[in-house]
């Protein structure tokens, strides 16, 4: 009896775990924006884009202006600043600046607000659109984890998170 009860736990342990086979993705899943492509940015708002690129590969830092580091609000603040356009420091200040304006009439220059966390639709990002075109917009923004970057409205993670846009110029 002895002998055969680690058999038959042994036999037990075999049978119970088996394994499951989990297949991942990873294509990047992808929405398709209406926008109307038609409207010409401004100049003002093509130089600030501009300006905005420079930072590109900042690292993040919060509360940075900076080169040596930069939030995603002081992204905002200091490339519209650097073009005598004030506006509030943080991301609730920008919120509510400027005329909302429906997603599909977005132009270069626009902001773009996000609510990131989980289970929350309260806006804590913010970005400069710095390009439109037929199912997509592009926008310069300082991710927490990678810096100042450029993201699409059609990745999925930003498509979800996406809550309102703003007209400032």
Wanted: one cysteine or more.
């Amino acid at each position: 009896m002895k002998q055969i009860l680690p058999f038959i736990f042994l036999i037990l342990l075999v049978c119970s775990c088996k394994s499951k086979k989990s297949y991942s993705s990873k294509k990047r899943q992808t929405h398709t924006v209406k926008v109307n492509t038609s409207a010409k940015p401004s100049e003002e708002a093509e130089s600030i884009v501009k300006f905005a690129k420079t930072f590109d590969g900042t690292r993040y830092k919060y509360g940075g202006t900076t080169k040596r580091g930069m939030d995603c609000s002081g992204l905002i603040y200091t490339s519209f600043k650097e073009h005598n356009v004030n506006l509030p420091r943080t991301t609730a200040g920008l919120q509510g600046t400027g005329d909302w304006i429906d997603l599909k009439e977005v132009n270069v220059g626009d902001l773009v607000f996000f609510a990131t966390k989980k289970n929350s639709r309260k806006v804590n990002h913010v970005g400069i659109v710095t390009n439109v075109r037929a199912g997509n917009i592009e926008f310069i923004h300082a991710s927490s984890s990678r810096g100042v970057m450029v993201s699409s409205l059609a990745e999925k993670y930003w498509y979800f998170a996406f809550v309102q846009a703003r007209r400032v110029l």
